[in-house]
């Protein structure tokens, strides 16, 4: 298995590897029904972090996220069972991560904030369907159950 990279921008990847529980709840706060799975593992080029996510009511997903060391930029491919496929530009600032899109059928974007502890990220999508104003779209956090070792 190929070393974990010295590259900064990829060891900012680390904090996501784990087993972690979802959490969403529509705008008004309400708590959707049940809880769902990510997991977020390195893929075996250690080049990559892969996520996949099962939440009840919603379609199960698997994103790839990496990042351009030379330009220091990440992005994340999206893909889940309805077919959709998108690709998000990401950013990592301190405990801040953050996914934009633009672009068919809508822009949207996610915030979230991890927690000090690291074990809880707090977040947000938005969705701006008239394609400039955003709004609420659901809130969601994730909070870590296992954290693998490198």
């Known amino acids: 298995m ?5 590259d900064p921008g990829l060891q900012a990847l680390e904090r996501f590897v784990g087993a972690w529980t979802i959490e969403a709840a529509g705008p008004d706060g309400q708590p959707w029904p049940g809880t769902g799975t990510a997991t977020f593992e390195w893929h075996p080029s250690r080049a990559h ?11 199960r997903s698997v994103s790839i996220m990496g990042c351009d060391p030379a330009q220091g930029t990440y992005v994340q491919l ?7 496929c998108r690709i998000y530009d990401m950013r990592l ?4 991560w953050s996914l934009e899109r633009v672009g068919e059928p809508f822009p949207q974007r996610f915030t979230g904030a991890f927690s ?3 074990h809880t990220i707090s977040g ?11 709004t609420l779209d659901f809130f969601l956090t994730y909070r870590r159950e296992v954290a693998w070792a490198r």
């Open 2 to 6: 190929p070393q974990p990279s010295q």
């Open 49 to 59: 972090v892969v996520q996949t996510t099962a939440t009840p009511g919603a379609p």
């Open 78 to 84: 999206y893909s889940d069972d309805r077919g959709v």
């Open 93 to 96: 600032d301190g405990d801040e």
């Open 116 to 118: 000090a502890d690291g």
């Open 124 to 134: 947000r999508w938005e969705k701006a369907e008239d394609g400039t104003t955003f």
